[in-house]
């Protein structure tokens, strides 16, 4: 092996073309040696010098400054110093001051910060798998098969990513930033501040959420999901339903509570994102008794230019009927129902809900958004990243689908009754007339035709089928919800909505009669349109901490617990609850261990 001494006094009899050559050789000598070349002090294209990465002293603290941490450090003030300079002809040449060492060479160089770096290849590897959702640990054994001999930690993927969300930023802070991206990116979204200038509420739907939700406006599923964000803001996520009879997401708000006004501002935004006479026939919402009557109170409110007279009718008599309707059940299809249910299902019969009459798909929409976020700690920022993954995912799904389902006939149906509807309507629809189809052959079906299944799914039910007495069904008894001819995905969906903005037109407008105007007119015009567009944004901060719901924290009636575990059952409780002795009648010891029973079996009674 050659000696570090000889290697190192080669280098200073060699020129280099740049500073990254000169510390690449600096480092490689050092690191076959065990010690590594950190630089100490740099000036661009003038000189560098560099040291041994345990050169230098602990800055130590006095009593007023020590740290809460017990602190260590691998300085030792080790003299080790190469200058690597920068010639009049533009090279660079090494000056040796000192080659000594004041401590043993590593054996195991996985201790030193700067072997457990990143190369350029595998930042950019971390960045692109990170931006994708993936797991730091799981990036980590991505890139550790490909490099067996990486040094790296799971801590060194965290800063790293940590490192790019600062980058991106680009000198904004975070709201300001994620107000750029929602705007750039063709988000409809808006916001709600305080006077103080802290957030509130965040309103945001992707670009292809809002083509889905305009294309599959009938049917909606709302319900609030928390332990999303370091805020602890609850999230209102509104779920459409397309013609698959899956779920796909359609906006997101941010709230400060969940009252009535927090809910009246979250549907006006998401009233004006389905646009002017584009309103759904059933929403589905799931809320607490006290909760669930201030939501409906505020939909009614905002709704009113909808057809909701209906509802206020029945909601209305509903109150009056049963007062203390927290205890009124009824017994529908073998089962109890509480009060709620009861008029949910009452309520349900004459709309079009297309089978949707409970809430059960938000929850699974609530479980496969936690598993894009994976941790509840993140800013509104990143959960907005992980949201749009989910987005253009389900996207993905939902258009292949589409073209699959266009091409491909089900086997069963190939008979003449279907002739019309084969590749112009889902499969799921599809089956359920199929399922009327063959009851109409048979007479397992009341007589009385109440009208409920075509109202509710918009298809031909079997007193229909039997009354059109028809070969072939056409195609003009199908809701437009499960039409597949009507409907085509492709990528270009921004430019779509980008050209039915109204500001498009109003521009053209704009333009066209500035043409017309004389020289002072003009002149106006531009003064206008110039402070228009300097005119500053208002400055808003991160939403502050919501407390916890429930308890406060503090609280002596209940420690604070993090457990996942159901509280017991009533017959759980009954068990573990203390049994009366039947050989004395108290309370708190076992038959066999009772003194009465004892002292007689020692007696032989």
């Given at each position: ?80 110093k190469i200058l690597g300079r920068r010639t009049a002809e533009g090279l660079w040449k090494v000056k040796i001051s000192n080659l000594l060492h004041n401590h043993e060479p590593s054996t195991d160089m996985a201790g030193h910060p700067y072997c457990r770096l990143f190369t350029k290849e595998e930042a950019l590897q971390v960045e692109q798998m990170s931006l994708a959702g993936i797991k730091p640990r799981q990036i980590l054994s991505s890139l550790r098969q490909s490099n067996p001999d990486l040094l790296a930690l799971s801590k060194n993927i965290y800063s790293k990513t940590a490192q790019f969300r600062r980058e991106s930023l680009g ?435």
């Amino acid at each position: 092996m050659i000696d570090v001494l000889d290697a190192f006094l080669s280098l200073s009899t060699k020129f280099f073309e740049n500073r990254e050559d000169l510390l690449s050789d600096i480092r490689k000598i050092g690191l076959l040696q065990g010690y590594v070349m950190v630089i100490k002090i740099s000036k661009i294209n003038r000189y560098v010098a560099i040291g041994c990465d345990r050169g230098g002293c602990y800055r130590t603290y006095s009593a007023l400054e020590e740290k809460k941490k017990n602190s260590a450090s691998r300085l030792i003030d080790c003299p080790f110093k190469i200058l690597g300079r920068r010639t009049a002809e533009g090279l660079w040449k090494v000056k040796i001051s000192n080659l000594l060492h004041n401590h043993e060479p590593s054996t195991d160089m996985a201790g030193h910060p700067y072997c457990r770096l990143f190369t350029k290849e595998e930042a950019l590897q971390v960045e692109q798998m990170s931006l994708a959702g993936i797991k730091p640990r799981q990036i980590l054994s991505s890139l550790r098969q490909s490099n067996p001999d990486l040094l790296a930690l799971s801590k060194n993927i965290y800063s790293k990513t940590a490192q790019f969300r600062r980058e991106s930023l680009g000198g904004c802070s975070i709201i300001q930033a994620l107000l750029d991206e929602l705007g750039g990116a063709g988000f409809s979204h808006n916001v709600k501040y305080e006077d103080s200038g802290h957030l509130t509420h965040l309103f945001f739907a992707h670009p292809t959420s809002i083509e889905l939700t305009r294309s599959y406006s009938n049917v909606f599923v709302m319900d609030c999901t928390y332990k999303t964000n370091k805020y602890k803001m609850p999230l209102l996520e509104i779920i459409g339903v397309s013609s698959f009879n899956t779920s796909f997401y359609s906006c997101f708000v941010f709230m400060q509570k969940e009252e009535q006004q927090d809910y009246q501002w979250a549907l006006e935004m998401f009233s004006k994102l389905l646009g002017d006479g584009n309103h759904p026939l059933a929403i589905g919402q799931f809320k607490e008794d006290a909760d669930w009557v201030g939501f409906m109170s505020s939909w009614s409110t905002l709704v009113k230019s909808w057809d909701v007279s209906m509802f206020n009718e029945a909601w209305n008599s509903f109150q009056i009927e049963y007062k203390d309707y927290a205890s009124v059940l009824t017994y529908i299809g073998n089962t109890w129902l509480p009060w709620k249910e009861r008029f949910v299902f009452a309520w349900t019969r004459p709309t079009s809900h297309f089978g949707n009459n409970v809430t059960s798909r938000a929850e699974g929409a609530h479980g496969t958004l936690k598993k894009y976020l994976q941790v509840s700690t993140g800013g509104l920022r990143e959960v907005k990243e992980n949201i749009c993954l989910a987005i253009q995912n389900q996207f993905q799904e939902i258009k292949t689908q589409l073209a699959s389902e266009k091409i491909r006939v089900p086997q069963k149906l190939c008979i003449p009754f279907f002739k019309e509807v084969i590749n112009k309507v889902y499969f799921y629809a599809l089956f359920e007339l199929q399922k009327q189809y063959l009851l109409a052959n048979t007479r397992d079906y009341s007589s009385q035709c109440k009208g409920q299944f075509s109202k509710t799914m918009g298809l031909p039910c079997v007193h229909m089928i039997k009354d059109m007495r028809i070969e072939v069904l056409p195609l003009n008894q199908i809701h437009e919800q499960w039409r597949i001819d009507t409907r085509s995905f492709t990528n270009d969906h921004c430019a779509r909505l980008d050209h039915e903005d109204p500001f498009s037109s109003l521009l053209s407008e704009v333009k066209e009669k500035y043409e017309k105007q004389p020289l002072m007119q003009k002149e106006n015009t531009l003064r206008q349109l110039s402070h228009i567009l300097g005119a500053s944004c208002p400055l808003i901060f991160e939403p502050t901490l919501q407390p916890h719901k429930g308890r406060p924290v503090g609280s002596n009636k209940r420690k604070e617990t993090s457990s996942t575990r159901q509280e017991p059952s009533y017959f759980e409780r009954v068990e573990k609850a203390p049994r009366k002795c039947s050989g004395c009648g108290n309370i708190g010891h076992y038959r066999n261990k009772c003194p009465s029973i004892n002292k007689s079996t020692a007696l032989g009674t």
